[in-house]
């Protein structure tokens, strides 16, 4: 899968980068670490390319911001 123009000048990583207008939101999710602080998770989906990026939010030190999901793993097809 290639990305488009959008997903390549996205930075990753970063807490506080935002979005690009083609992407799409699919699913959040909020839960709480044990002993540590609130997490959410939403995914998005470029409607441009079908990049898959999930974007992390948390008052912790562990990665934030954009990560894109890869499914190699994930279901074939569609
Ligand atoms: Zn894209």
Same mark, same amino acid.
């Given at each position: 899968?290639?990305?488009?123009?959008?997903?390549?000048?996205?930075?990753?990583?970063?807490?506080?980068? *935002?979005?690009?207008?083609?992407?799409?939101?699919? +699913?959040?999710?909020?839960?709480?670490?044990? /002993?540590?602080? &609130? =997490? $959410?998770?939403?995914?998005?989906?470029?409607?441009?390319?079908? *990049?898959?990026?999930?974007?992390?939010?948390?008052? +912790?030190?562990?990665?934030?911001?954009?990560? /894109?999901?890869? &499914? =190699? $793993?994930?279901?074939?097809?569609?």
């Amino acid at each position: 899968m290639s990305l488009c123009a959008n997903c390549l000048a996205l930075i990753p990583d970063t807490p506080g980068v *935002a979005g690009h207008p083609a992407l799409r939101i699919v +699913d959040t999710q909020r839960r709480r670490i044990p /002993r540590s602080v &609130t =997490e $959410t998770l939403s995914t998005f989906r470029c409607t441009d390319c079908g *990049a898959m990026w999930r974007y992390r939010e948390a008052k +912790d030190d562990g990665p934030q911001g954009w990560a /894109r999901l890869t &499914t =190699e $793993t994930a279901s074939e097809g569609s």
